[in-house]
């Protein structure tokens, strides 16, 4: 697969979004206004939901900062938002899609603490908070976790280029 860039990730929320609209209904979900202040993607059935993707396992960003100073201010991170983790593996069917309710992200942060929770990062393309690694593997491994398996083998279909829908926008103003 061709490596992708960084703002992949809102367009795999717009997926989510969309799939949870389909499922649940347009008011059942609440989509707020983008700003620095939120840690969640949207409100689905009254809970603050935060949505990451990757490709492969391993540790996601929880928050992006601006600036490698920022960083600093937020030694205060605890968990605050149900979280729906959707990784990403290609050419394999496993379980690929998590929901990690608070609970359990706040009993694992308890039971660890801070630093084997928590891994932040400085410098050009890594300023935020992640959730390491491991600590993925033990909220994934917690019995109030849901998981559900998808298979990510391409099936044999043509798609058009991603960018044709806006050529034609463009070309008809």
Request: proline share 6%; hydrophobic share 35%.
């Amino acid at each position: 697969m061709p490596k992708g860039n960084p703002a992949v990730g809102i367009l795999r929320e717009h997926v989510i979004i969309g799939y949870f609209i389909s499922e649940f209904g347009q008011d059942q979900v609440d989509v707020p206004e983008r700003g620095n202040e939120r840690g969640y993607d949207l409100t689905l059935c009254g809970h603050e939901l935060s949505i990451k993707t990757r490709t492969k396992d391993g540790a996601f960003k929880v928050l992006w900062t601006v600036d490698t100073e920022s960083v600093s201010r937020e030694k205060g991170f605890r968990p605050e938002h149900d979280i729906f983790l959707i990784n990403i593996f290609w050419m394999e069917c496993k379980p690929s899609v998590f929901y990690i309710p608070l609970s359990v992200q706040q009993e694992v942060f308890d039971d660890i603490g801070y630093e084997d929770y928590i891994s932040v990062r400085t410098g050009t393309n890594h300023r935020g908070i992640e959730v390491k690694g491991s600590t993925v593997k033990l909220l994934k491994a917690h019995s109030d976790t849901m998981n559900v398996s998808v298979d990510w083998t391409p099936k044999d279909r043509e798609y058009p280029p991603p960018w044709e829908e806006w050529e034609g926008y463009w070309a008809n103003l």
